[in-house]
């Protein structure tokens, strides 16, 4: 599901970016073990206007980043940005895609980011059974995300547009993903509102 207007200028606040570098990434990384994972090759899902390029290459060193969105403004507006920056595009590669049906071959990330975007995916134990099948073995899944109280509740519905069925907790975000094929290396839950997961992949 697309954002609406209100969301977009809540998500390109400069507030939020903030956020998103001093806090929540700050955050992400004490989750991975030391020393950090080798990332060649990784994948943000719903790159919105492409913030969460800057927290991959710096936060976690990955040397190549694919940036998909469902909405083809966001991928528009992404690609503009980065293209604007004195290394351009070097590295980066951009596509309007759906989550739950994902353009890449098995096996092909090292690393797939969620920040924030699977509580907008109706299905979204599809879109992780995805993650699965394009992340190498041993790879991570790096994730946060709002949960079911956060997003279906009077004022959530007001503001925002969010699907309001199917929607998911933090243990049942957990239980999916384990259920998928992914081992729970670490988990923050801030009160069931919202939750940090960085999972892995396990060979079976």
Known sequence: ???NPFEKKIVQHPLR?????????????????KPMALCERA?????????????????FGAGHITAVDIDPDMVASAQSRWQSR???????????????CLPFADSEF????????????????????EVVRVLKPNGYFVIEDLYRAAICNPLSRRLFEHP????????????????????IVRDRNAFNLAGMVLAQKILR
């Open 43 to 59: 994948l943000e899902i719903g790159c919105g206007f492409g913030n969460g390029i800057q927290l991959i290459r710096e936060h």
């Open 86 to 100: 004195p290394q351009g595009l070097k590295g980066l590669s951009f596509s309007v895609a759906d989550a739950t």
């Open 1 to 3: 599901m697309k954002l």
């Open 17 to 33: 970016f903030w956020l998103q570098n001093h806090l929540e990434a700050p955050l992400l990384t004490s989750m991975m073990p």
């Open 110 to 129: 090292d690393m797939v980011f969620d920040f924030a975007v699977f509580h907008h995916i109706p299905e979204w134990q599809a879109a992780i059974k």
């Open 164 to 183: 309001q069925q199917n929607r998911f907790d933090h243990s049942d975000l957990l239980t999916v993903l384990r259920q998928l094929g992914f081992e």
